[in-house]
T-cell receptor, first 115, second 109 residues
Framework: DADVTQTPRNRITKTGKRIMLECSQT?????MYWYRQDPGLGLQLIYY???????NKGEISDGYSVSRQAQAKFSLSLESAIPNQTALYFC??????????????FGPGTRLTVL | GEDVEQSLFLSVREGDSSVINCTYT??????LYWYKQEPGAGLQLLTY?????DMKQDQRLTVLLNKKDKHLSLRIADTQTGDSAIYFC?????????FGTGTRLLVSP
């Protein structure tokens, strides 16, 4: 089984709808991240969390919110989806005990299309 | 904030060497990373280099770091069709990373 899973894998929605993307991990890591990937722009950090009570904004948090329901679960919400939020979204995890190396483990991604 | 730039595409023939380049603006990172993204998948750490090193070799991979010019490169020797993917450099501290724009490597037979 995959260590980092994302649901759904694909989603098509309409402008103005509320959308939730979910991420679960079995790696036991305390750090979790949400990124979006756009062609030619690489990955941009949306939000990150170092434990259940710690949530931090990334580079492009406007229009998004997150919830860390448990150590293993980190959800991303689009409160009112707009077409320029069409992108590939990735969840990632990392471990605080890896000796300073920030190796992040990525889920398979969710392709979101906003019409 | 940190700015990390890569060229978008690189095309090579199977058996040749590939060199993927990355330039950055902030030199405070302790480690610098190369991640690989295969089609339809998430990113996976390929290799990394400690900031006080100039070179790291790992089988077919060679990472070169020029701190003066703020330039990082990844050389893949004897490139195979299975190396076709998007390669991202990444910099940052232990808390978060900043990723480059990604270089799509296409290997033709």
């Amino acid at each position: 089984d995959a260590d980092v899973t994302q649901t759904p894998r694909n989603r098509i929605t309409k402008t103005g709808k509320r959308i939730m993307l979910e991420c679960s991990q079995t790696k036991g890591h305390d750090r979790m991240y949400w990124y979006r990937q756009d062609p030619g722009l690489g990955l941009q950090l949306i939000y990150y969390s170092f434990d259940v009570k710690d949530i931090n904004k990334g580079e492009i948090s406007d229009g998004y919110s997150v919830s860390r329901q448990a150590q293993a679960k980190f959800s991303l919400s689009l409160e009112s989806a707009i077409p320029n939020q069409t992108a590939l979204y990735f969840c990632a995890t990392s471990d605080t005990t890896s000796g300073g190396v920030n190796e992040q483990f990525f889920g398979p991604g969710t392709r979101l299309t906003v019409l | 904030g940190e700015d990390v730039e890569q060229s978008l595409f690189l095309s090579v023939r199977e058996g040749d060497s590939s060199v993927i380049n990355c330039t950055y603006t902030d030199s405070s990172s302790t480690y610098l990373y190369w991640y690989k993204q295969e089609p339809g998948a998430g990113l996976q750490l390929l290799t990394y280099i400690f900031s006080n090193m100039d070179m790291k070799q790992d089988q077919r991979l060679t990472v070169l770091l020029n701190k003066k010019d703020k330039h990082l490169s990844l050389r893949i020797a004897d490139t195979q069709t299975g190396d076709s993917a998007i390669y991202f450099c990444a910099l940052g501290g232990f808390q978060k990373l900043v990723f480059g724009t990604g270089t799509r490597l296409l290997v033709s037979p």
